[in-house]
């Protein structure tokens, strides 16, 4: 069974807004991306993390600018959610030379080690091997750094996951392994492919604690969240958090949904995270519906100038196919 | 000038075998730098020291944080040697045999080679992976292959095969302080063999070949445990007063095309003879290169030995036949020069 949690911390007035400002930065660049993309102005594949908003900014709230993470493909909103700039994103989207990684990467491959975004991988499952090696060398160093490594339920199945995991726990690295559970592996529906109800209970095999939570409930990631860092910064070892949630736009942009039915994608677009979370800070006082208004706007300029920063940018001159192979350039 | 300052001063020597040389690089760069680490299943003391005792030692004088044993998992293994790296530290991450890469070649070629290519350069990944393998010990299939080509068609990871124990010590100190990924090859007799080492052996650095013998009529390449084959097979044109020039390529990628090009050009023949399947091994991309950049200037097509297209057999005598034999390379040897 999946553990419960006692003693939950709860997120202050400011932490609330925080992770909203990182919900609606994940959402107004996902919705420009799309935007950018349909308009014929970006040629690129794109994995939408529309709908899951939520995780990656209740658990950033708690990280510092050195801890890491190690992410997806489907991961822009990871890190987004940690802070990256917005012009080198842009850029990289883009294939710009101004980009994290000189337009090398793309979007399913970006790199920032001054925000922590330390890997960003195109093969499912891979992120956590990596993590674990973050982990061991904060250990080494003596500092409370740790490493997230993010992935979704279909990489569960991934072997690297199941070596990952029991390696974290045998060490006790300070490694969360957070699960974005959006109920499909590509197009496969989650219990077509995966043997056990709840993705925590796997973390029973592998003698770490393991949590489901509600994804799209920012107060029930924060706390969990923050149980696994302390835990972690303690050096008392990995945990594995769940957060259930929901992809509202398929699994590449573009394609048909022919795998999950019209209701159920209504019905989890009924629940969508950023509403309603905006809904509860008004209600709660935490800020007007002004203030979050105003907020909003202030992203949305700081989107549209990175779109139009990576638009005027240059593309990568073919020099670049030699560099960066080795450290040494290869000669011509 | 005096004749006494042309000559080499005299090297102080030891006796050692491959695996005490790699084992005194290890020593000596985890003494020099404490950002090496090592990892690997069974290499601390607690579990043996390493299947054949290489890391012997190791994790009593540096402790276990830094010589790790790990569980039988190399995806994790190789995963966490990229981390650490990525991290600031230099690991040696042990896969026991070569054949079980394959169980991580998703870390080693889509992550360990790719990172500083797909990061534009800003993640460095500083990792050795050292491994084991060669036919002649009876372990078959599973237990027993070549697979550089695998690793020299994947841009961004360095291969190297070492045969001396000199060539070991220096190639090992060389390979923990270069930036990239390197796989370090441990073929069979290459750690059992003792030879001198020169007491104060230094780094010999990667990519460098070695001409082992000097020779006008014909280039002998080859590199690793099929060395001992060649030095046979040389033995042997010497005596039948065929003058053979042998190169032992050491790393095989990026492998040293000047030395090798400067050789056939001078011989006009070339043989390269490996102990990888021989098609698609690194011998076609020699030989096709030998042959591009030389045409016209050679006196023979370049020869090319290597495993014929099958698994590792088990019984000794398919054992025999399916490694290059220094008959064979004899013969092909004699057939190149006979051409001419």
Redesign the interface.
């Known amino acids: 069974m999946s553990q419960t949690l006692e003693n939950r911390a709860k997120p202050d007035a400011k932490t609330q807004l925080d992770i909203y400002r990182r919900m609606i930065r994940i959402e107004r660049n996902d919705d420009a991306t799309r935007t950018q993309i349909r308009r014929g102005r970006i040629t690129a594949p794109y994995y939408s993390a529309r709908g899951q908003e939520c995780i990656p900014s209740a658990i950033s709230v708690l990280l510092n600018d050195d801890d890491k993470i190690?992410t997806i493909y489907r991961g822009i909103h990871d890190m987004v959610a940690k802070d990256m700039p917005l012009r080198p994103l842009w850029a990289e989207i883009c294939g710009r030379v101004d980009?994290?990684?000189?337009?090398?990467?793309g979007p399913m491959?970006l790199?920032?080690?001054e925000t922590g975004v330390?890997?960003t991988?195109g093969?499912v499952g891979?992120s956590?091997?990596?993590?674990?090696?973050?982990?061991?060398?904060?250990?080494?160093?003596g500092t409370k750094q740790v490493?997230v490594a993010y992935f979704g339920d279909g990489a569960s199945n991934i072997?690297?996951f199941h070596?990952?995991l029991?390696?974290a726990s045998?060490?006790k690295l300070p490694v969360i392994f957070v699960c974005q559970n959006n109920g499909f592996a590509e197009h496969t529906r989650y219990e077509n492919g995966t043997s056990v109800d709840l993705i925590s209970k796997r973390a029973i095999g592998y003698g770490m604690p393991g949590y489901t939570v509600d994804g799209n409930d920012p107060v029930d990631v924060y706390a969990h969240a923050h149980a696994a860092i302390e835990r972690a910064r303690a050096g008392e070892g990995p945990t594995l958090l769940e957060c259930k949630t929901f992809r509202f736009m398929g699994h590449v942009f573009g394609d048909a949904d022919g795998y999950m039915t019209k209701e159920e994608k209504a019905e989890a677009i009924a629940r969508d995270p950023l509403p309603i979370y905006r809904q509860k800070l008004i209600d709660d006082g935490v800020a007007t519906a002004e203030e979050l208004d105003a907020l909003t706007a202030k992203i949305e300029a700081e989107v549209n100038d990175a779109i139009e920063f990576a638009m005027a940018c240059e593309y990568p001159s073919d020099d670049e196919l030699r560099?960066?192979?080795?450290?040494e350039e290869?000669p011509a | 000038m005096s004749t006494e300052t042309l000559e080499a001063p005299a090297v102080e020597t030891v006796k050692m075998n491959g695996l005490q040389a790699i084992n005194a690089a290890l020593m000596e760069a985890m003494e020099a730098d404490p950002k090496v680490l090592v990892l690997g299943e069974d290499i601390a003391d607690n579990e043996g020291g390493g299947v054949v005792g290489v890391t012997r030692g190791l994790s009593t004088k540096f402790g276990t944080m830094r010589v790790r044993s790990t569980p039988i998992s190399e995806q994790a293994i190789i995963g966490a040697a990229i981390g650490a790296a990525m991290g600031g530290y230099k690991p040696v991450a042990e896969i026991m045999l070569m054949n079980f890469t394959t169980v991580a070649m998703d870390m080693i070629v889509n992550h360990a080679a790719k990172l500083r290519f797909m990061s534009g350069g800003q993640s460095q990944v500083p990792m050795v992976i050292r491994t084991l393998t060669g036919a002649g010990n009876q372990t078959a299939g599973q237990h027993a292959d070549f697979y550089e080509a695998w690793f020299c068609h994947t841009a961004g990871i360095k291969v190297v095969i070492p045969w001396t124990p000199a060539d070991f010590k220096g190639l090992y100190l060389s390979a923990i302080q270069d930036p990239d990924p390197v796989i370090i090859v441990e073929s069979g007799k290459t750690l059992f063999v003792p030879m001198d080492v020169p007491v104060n052996q230094g780094p010999i650095p990667l990519g460098k070949a070695n001409v082992v013998a000097p020779g006008s009529d014909i280039t002998i390449v080859s590199y690793g445990q099929m060395m001992f084959t060649v030095m046979q097979a040389y033995e042997e044109l010497t005596k039948a007063g065929v003058s053979v020039e042998v190169i032992d390529l050491r790393t095989i990628s990026p492998w040293d095309k000047e030395t090798v090009l400067a050789s056939a050009e001078k011989t006009g023949r070339l043989l390269v003879v490996h102990e990888a399947g021989r098609n698609f091994g690194p011998g076609a991309e020699i030989a096709a290169t030998v042959q591009e950049t030389l045409f016209g200037k050679l006196k023979a097509p370049v020869g090319r030995l290597g495993a014929p297209y099958c698994s590792v057999p088990f019984a000794k005598k398919l054992e025999d036949a399916f490694l290059v034999q220094p008959p064979e390379i004899v013969a092909e040897a004699q057939r190149l020069i006979a051409m001419s």
Do not use: Q, Y
């Not at chain 1, 980009?99 to 990467?105: D, F, H, V």
């Not at chain 1, 560099?323 to 450290?327: G, K, L, N, Q, S």
């Open positions: 190690c980009g994290t990684c000189k337009g090398k990467g491959h790199t920032h080690p330390m890997v991988t093969i891979s956590m091997p990596i993590a674990n090696g973050f982990g061991w060398a904060a250990l080494l160093d490493t072997g690297a070596e990952a029991n390696l045998v060490w560099r960066d192979v080795f450290a290869i």
